[in-house]
């Protein structure tokens, strides 16, 4: 009896789990549900556009002589480039002047401090060199470089190719929302022609999204080097360029 009596209560407790598990994998009513979906979209595409900032600098006793040589090397180096680079956009910048003061020496006790006067001057100029002809960029830094120093190279993207990479990240942003529409619709035991899309926000700028700063572009930098009669050709790999884009959608089931 004793024996029975524990077959009919585990008996009894199957049964009633399997009521509550039945319960609870019934599917909550889904009409009229606003549902926020977020959404990524990802493009990478070759750098085909570099930016050299090449520069000069001179330091003399004489301000003027100073100037003088580097107003001469500065037209020099750019007669090298547009030679080199005849398609090559080039932008002077940066032109500075500033005295070169010595050392501070402790004054004895009591002494007045004298008025500093500057033992020279330090004068310089910068060149801003943006081109997309990237197999003759060696070239074209290494004999700059007789004249001038390279104080930078940034890799990228073109604004036409910015333009087109535009188009297809936001055609693969929009393509990550309906293929997660989806799968929502999915797990809701709903039809995706259940579903209808009540707002789109591109900026993804909404408080329910993690907005993410622009991407930073890929970027390779090269340290000052001294100028030489005679450069050996540096090596640069461009790279590539990932942009991004976040969105979130909202998306309203019938």
Not at 32 to 43: R, T
Not at 104 to 113: E, S
Not at 210 to 226: C, L, V, W
Not at 230 to 246: C, H, R, Y
């Amino acid at each position: 009896m004793t024996r029975m009596k524990t077959v009919f209560v585990a008996a009894m407790a199957g049964a009633a789990l399997a009521a509550l598990s039945a319960h609870a994998a019934e599917t909550l009513p889904t009409a009229g549900a606003l549902v926020v979906v977020p959404a990524f979209g990802e493009v990478k595409h070759a750098n085909d556009q570099a930016v050299a900032t090449l520069a000069v600098e001179e330091q003399d006793k004489d301000k003027t002589a100073a100037a003088s040589r580097v107003n001469q090397k500065m037209t020099q180096g750019i007669d090298i480039v547009k030679k080199q680079d005849p398609q090559a956009s080039l932008k002077t910048q940066g032109y500075y002047t500033y005295p070169v003061y010595p050392d501070d020496v402790p004054l004895p006790p009591g002494a007045k401090p004298k008025p500093r006067v500057p033992t020279s001057w330090r004068v310089g100029q910068t060149l801003q060199v943006t081109t997309t002809n990237l197999t003759g960029l060696p070239k074209t830094v290494a004999a700059a470089q007789s004249i001038l120093t390279l104080n930078g190279l940034q890799f990228g993207l073109t604004p036409e190719t910015t333009k087109k990479l535009d188009d297809e990240r936001i055609h693969a942003t929009y393509q990550n929302l309906n293929e997660r529409i989806a799968s929502i619709a999915n797990a809701m035991g709903r039809k995706v022609g259940d579903a209808v899309i009540d707002t789109i926000d591109f900026e993804g700028s909404g408080n329910y999204a993690q907005r993410e700063g622009a991407p930073a572009p890929m970027m390779m930098r090269a340290s000052m080097m001294k100028s030489a009669p005679d450069v050996a050709e540096p090596s640069f790999e461009p790279g590539e360029t990932t942009l991004q884009m976040n969105l979130v959608g909202k998306v309203k089931f019938k």
